[in-house]
């Protein structure tokens, strides 16, 4: 190799290695600046040439450490979104938990609700059934309590079947009485049809087929609808459709007493097995106090037939008086009638009229048939008899208006009589007629101290005396009575 060419490639590597060893140096002070720039020193120095590069780059790591740090936001934000999402997954999660224990919560009442309501319902059942008891009780003792204190006949009779009528709702009541003597089953007392109606039947055989299949069978008959059976007929005897009916006997023990039959209902329904059982129940409570009553009426018509007998006795003995009481009962019960008096109150002045001078037992024979005036201490003995009459039938379970006409036959409407002095308005309307017709029979009778005055004398006598000793309406229809009946003075006149 030429010596020029050495020393020429000696001298390019020499300027090769100065101008690396040049730039390494520029490379270092160039860090070396921007590390002084980077950590706040804005005085360093940098050369010329570098600004731009320096610029270019610091923007660009502006923009990276912009870059990083909205990098870094933004994992925070998906890492909160993410934290977010988890939670949101762990609460819906729990919600449909709850949800789902809300269901079943639900469910859970759903079915307590239906059971409440199931309870409800028995309760409500077993409340009507409670209401339906107590009222059947509270009906039965009403009805015991009623008829332990009643001792008449007849309103017993009306509350057997009246009570137990309005209970059940009934149209229409029938009580029938058995009669043992003939074996005949007698209506006795019916509501719900018209009086007339009623009236025409008492006291006389019924033939209704109801009572007899009962009277026969001794047990309870319950036709919830005629028109379902074709044993009965729903058409009655009386005049009216049977619908539906009820009808028990009432007994004591074996012994038949008498039928109740309810027919037909207010509101239309039919009657039901449980009222069949609790008319059969009243039936049995009423018997005791039917029986009682009849037994009563028994002993109080044994006890009439014994005081009249007394009366027969008392007027044997007084030629004078016999056959009195009959014929003051006959004159009684024509005036009655003539004013139009109810059936209660013929009854009342017929007793009252057999009954007026039983007092007069305990009056001492001569004075009765003295026959000359009387001494004041004789008349005071008589003047007691009203008043001896009335305690001799006070103990009795008569009608108390019997007992007080008893008493008031010989006052007189201007309050001269005996033995209260009583004045006209206090006079019941019985005793009036009685003091009428007692005076007429004395007047026409013969007496011990005197002859009978003839009718028409004696008629007109009492017209004398009307409106003072004797009442001036009933004077008058007792002389029309008298004076209109042709066998005048022999038809009505007894003895
Ligand atoms: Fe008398």
Redesign the pocket.
């Given at each position: 190799m030429k010596p020029s060419l050495i020393l020429l490639l000696f001298l390019f590597s020499a300027l090769v290695s100065g101008f690396l060893l040049y730039f390494i140096f520029y490379v270092h002070r160039l860090n070396k600046t921007l590390q002084r720039f980077q950590e706040g020193d804005t005085d360093a120095a940098l050369p010329s040439s570098s600004l731009p590069v320096l610029s270019s780059l610091s923007s660009r790591q502006a923009i990276l450490t912009e870059t990083i740090r909205d990098l870094q936001n933004m994992e925070k934000l998906q890492q909160g979104m993410l934290a977010l999402e988890k939670k949101e997954r762990t609460q819906l999660v729990e919600e449909k938990t709850l949800a789902q224990q809300l269901e079943h919560q639900l469910e859970e009442t759903r079915q307590a609700n239906q059971r409440i309501f199931i309870l409800n319902r028995d309760l409500e059942e077993i409340n009507t059934s409670l209401n339906e008891a107590i009222n059947r009780l509270s009906a039965l003792h009403q009805i015991s309590r009623m008829l332990g204190m009643e001792h008449d006949k007849k309103q017993i009779f009306r509350m057997a079947l009246s009570l137990p009528a309005e209970l059940l709702q009934a149209e229409i009541g029938h009580l029938f009485l058995f009669d043992k003597g003939t074996g005949e089953m007698n209506l006795e007392y019916s509501l719900g049809l018209p009086a007339a109606q009623t009236l025409s039947r008492r006291n006389t055989r019924e033939t209704s087929p109801l009572a007899g299949w009962v009277a026969a069978n001794k047990k309870p008959l319950l036709i919830p609808d005629f028109r379902l059976q074709d044993t009965f007929s729903p058409n009655c005897e009386m005049g009216y459709e049977r619908k539906t009916s009820l009808t028990v006997p009432i007994m004591i023990r074996d012994e038949l007493i008498g039928i109740i039959s309810l027919v037909n209902r207010k509101n239309g329904q039919p009657f039901s097995d449980n009222e069949k059982t609790l008319l059969a129940t009243i039936a049995s409570e009423t018997a005791m106090a039917i029986n009682n009553a009849l037994l009563l009426e028994k002993i109080q018509k044994n006890y009439f037939s014994t005081i009249e007998s007394l009366i027969m006795v008392v007027e044997s003995k007084d030629m004078y008086t016999r056959g009195h009481s009959e014929r003051v009962t006959r004159y009684s019960l024509l005036i009655a009638e003539q004013m139009g008096l109810s059936l209660d109150q013929m009854e009342i002045v017929q007793r009252a009229a057999i009954l007026?001078?039983i007092g007069k037992i305990t009056v001492e024979l001569s004075i009765l048939n003295k026959p000359t005036a009387l001494e004041d201490s004789e008349y005071d003995q008589i003047k007691l008899?009203?008043l001896i009459g009335y305690r001799i039938l006070e103990p009795l379970d008569f009608d108390e208006r019997i007992k007080l006409s008893v008493l008031q036959?010989?006052e007189r409407p201007d309050g001269k009589g005996y033995p209260k002095g009583l004045r006209e308005e206090e006079i019941l309307l019985e005793a009036k007629i009685l003091t009428v017709a007692?005076t007429f029979d004395a007047m026409t009778s013969a007496r011990p101290y005197r002859a009978a005055i003839n009718i028409e004398d004696s008629l007109r006598e009492m017209e004398n005396n009307a409106g003072t000793q004797l009442d001036s309406e009933i004077v008058k229809i007792l002389c029309k009575i008298i004076r209109s009946t042709t066998s005048y003075g022999t038809g009505l006149m007894v003895g």
């Open positions: 007026h001078d008899h009203p036959h010989h007692d």
